[in-house]
Each structure stands twice: as structure tokens, then as C-alpha cells.
């Protein structure tokens, strides 16, 4: 079973290059989210999505982009990546809509190095 | 304020010891509650849900308090291989943002 699928699992980039993370999940999820966590921190939201075609910001969304134009897939873009962006990309999707079920099944994470 | 607190220890305790952790959130309308474990550079596993009136699992106890707006995780007779990070998740508001927060570490020693 496949699950949660990041790529790439390491990358470095140079200081305002771009790139796509890409998140795939094979559960038929509904709801998907894209969390990093720097050294030492906890994780903090960059994007969600409830289904195809509906995006919100997190907490920490500004220099990414997302798109979900299918359930399966939920891309996140850098744009003109900073070293601020050093971090540890993890992707997750969820089952259900809430209430005391709906666990977030995570990928391995990317971890991304902006020099 | 932030949405999910949690006192980022370390806690250092010796095996076979008890440990409590709590996490506040500042949200009223929250509705979901979890907490995960996280090992060193590896993505975070579902420990527990947390219910509304209380769950336990073998020696893991959670608790929610709706009046107080924290949950916490109750750990018996800790073993060598629970030291890692536990993550307190929380749905902020009536959606499904969910957020966590920053992570308490627990070390037990033998």
C-alpha cells in the first residue's frame, strides 16, 4: 500500500530558484495538508485543501502555492526559494471531516536545503 | 497567543516512571483532538486520539477539558522506548485546519 507519496525525499536548491513538492495519496482522501518543521520545532501548517479544487492558507503560507486539481494530488510550489525555507516538507491526507475520528496518515517528508 | 501550546520539556525521567504532558488551545470551538509521536527526523505517528470523555490505551491515558481548553497525555511506567517527541494536534475552530503544537520531548533513562 502506497499511501502518502513525497518526492522528491532530498533536494537542494540555490537561493531564488523554484521548484514543486510533490504529494500523491492513494487512499481517496479528501482533505490534505502540507506541514514543515524546521530543527528542533514542531510543525506548522502551510497549506490544507478540503477537496479538489478548494485550497486555504496555514499558518505560514506566504513565499509557497498550491494547487489540488485532483483528489489524489496536492502539489506545493517554492517560488524564488530563501534559505528561510530550510525545512522538512511533510504532506498528509485525512479521511473524515472531523469530530474524534480523521487521523492525518503523513509521507516521509522532503527535506529541503536552500543555499 | 498562539492557536496550540505545549511545554517543550525536556523531560528527563527514569524508567518506570509516570509522566504527564498537557497541551492548551485557544480555540473554544475546537472539535478534534490527537496526539502523535514523532521519532528523530521521521514523520509523526498517531498515538492517540482524544474523546471527549477520555480514552486510555494499555499505558497511555488521554484527557480532554473543555472548561480549561487542554488535553493531556498521561504516560505509565515509562519504558526506554517511549523517549521521543509528543506532538498535541488540534482542529482550530469548526474546520479542518489542523495545527500542532511545538512538541514535548520525553527522555526516560534507565
Known amino acids: 500500500n502506497a499511501g502518502v507519496t513525497q518526492t522528491p525525499k532530498f533536494r537542494i536548491l540555490k537561493i531564488g530558484q523554484s521548484m514543486t513538492l510533490q504529494c500523491a495519496q492513494d487512499?481517496?482522501?479528501?482533505?490534505m495538508y502540507w506541514y514543515r518543521q524546521d530543527p528542533g520545532m514542531g510543525l506548522k501548517l502551510i497549506y490544507y485543501s478540503v477537496g479538489a479544487g478548494i485550497t486555504d492558507k496555514g499558518e505560514v503560507p506566504n513565499g509557497y502555492n498550491v494547487s489540488r486539481s485532483t483528489t489524489e494530488d496536492f502539489p506545493l510550489r517554492l517560488e524564488l526559494a530563501a534559505p528561510s525555507q530550510t525545512s522538512v516538507y511533510f504532506c498528509?491526507?485525512?479521511?473524515?471531516?472531523?469530530?474524534?475520528?480523521?487521523?492525518?496518515?503523513f509521507g516521509e517528508g522532503s527535506r529541503l536545503t536552500v543555499l | 497567543r498562539k492557536e496550540v501550546e505545549q511545554d517543550p520539556g525536556p523531560f528527563n525521567v527514569p524508567e518506570g516512571a509516570t509522566v504527564a504532558f498537557n497541551c492548551t488551545y485557544s480555540?473554544?470551538?475546537?472539535?478534534?483532538f490527537f496526539w502523535y509521536r514523532q521519532d528523530c527526523r521521521k514523520e509523526p505517528k498517531l498515538l492517540m486520539s482524544?474523546?471527549?470523555s477520555g480514552n486510555e490505551d494499555g499505558r497511555f491515558t488521554a484527557q480532554l477539558n473543555r472548561a480549561s481548553q487542554y488535553i493531556s497525555l498521561l504516560i505509565r511506567d515509562s519504558k526506554l522506548s517511549d523517549s521521543a517527541t509528543y506532538l498535541c494536534?488540534?482542529?482550530?475552530?469548526?474546520?479542518?485546519?489542523?495545527?500542532f503544537g511545538a512538541g514535548t520531548i520525553l527522555r526516560v533513562k534507565s
Open positions: 480555540n473554544s470551538a475546537s472539535q478534534s
Open positions: 487512499m481517496n482522501h479528501n482533505y
Open positions: 494536534v488540534v482542529n482550530v475552530g469548526y474546520g479542518n485546519k489542523l495545527v
Open positions: 498528509a491526507s485525512r479521511p473524515l471531516a472531523g469530530g474524534e475520528a480523521g487521523e492525518l496518515f
Open positions: 482524544v474523546y471527549s
